[in-house]
């Protein structure tokens, strides 16, 4: 079972930054959170993963919690394009390539 | 660079009958996956594999079997198809060794139709 809650949908304004939030309450010390998102019929893309500090990339950035109870997944400026499902999947980062375990996801929509 | 390929993209077959589905990658890349994707379940894990010749059950592995002789390809093979099996399947790989995991590259994907 997935060790995430994300809520089921989301909308956004196109150019503005969508904030989508994941809460993993029971994630432990050695287990990271990643970010991925499929658009419509594509495979899963990685996006941006951390263990507990706030990490940014081209895509994205990453900020959790100090508690690592919960974390935001940030797209500063969100187009048409972002319209995807993103899942955020907590994963034991000591055991090697531990397959990956999707929940259901968020659906953000970026509307123009 | 081509990545990581699936084949075929799409595919209908009937039941009993035995497909295969290939997926090969071009990174050398340790470890491969394959997923399936219903609406509804999100994705969820068929079978992996940590090296050619080592392979691991993942959480729906029934009715299905692979195979990895060569580290670049890891078909995918449906015994005797049934209609549950309709889906569509990703093939993903990853590297090994870092700390925290490795990102997964994901395939395009199969859609099959099992009538």
């Known amino acids: 079972d997935a060790k995430t809650t994300q809520p089921t949908s989301m909308d956004c304004a196109e150019g503005r930054a969508a904030n989508l939030p994941c809460n993993h309450s029971?994630?432990?010390?050695?287990?990271?959170v990643y970010w991925y998102r499929q658009i419509h019929s594509q495979g899963p893309q990685y996006i941006i993963h951390g263990l507990k500090n706030n990490e940014t990339n081209e895509m994205a950035s990453l900020i959790i919690t100090e508690d690592r109870k919960s974390s935001t997944l940030i797209l500063p400026h969100a187009t048409l394009r972002d319209t995807a499902v993103y899942y955020c999947i907590v994963r034991d980062g000591n055991s090697g390539n531990t397959p990956l375990v999707f929940g259901k996801g968020t659906r953000l929509s970026v509307i123009a | 660079d081509a990545g990581i390929t699936q084949s075929p993209r799409y595919k209908i077959t009937e039941t009993g009958r035995q497909v295969t589905l290939m997926c090969h990658q071009t990174?050398?890349?340790?470890?491969m996956f394959w997923y399936r994707q219903d609406l509804g379940h999100g994705l969820r894990l068929i079978y992996y594999s940590a090296a050619a010749d080592i392979t691991d059950k993942g959480e729906v592995p029934d009715g299905y079997v692979v195979s990895r002789s060569k580290t670049e390809n890891f078909p995918l093979t449906l015994e005797s198809a049934t209609r549950s099996q309709t889906s569509v399947y990703f093939c993903a790989s990853s590297e090994s060794g870092a700390a925290g995991g490795d990102t997964q590259y994901f395939g395009p994907g199969t859609r099959l139709t099992v009538l």
């Open positions: 029971t994630i432990s010390g050695n287990e990271y």
């Open positions: 990174w050398s890349h340790s470890y």
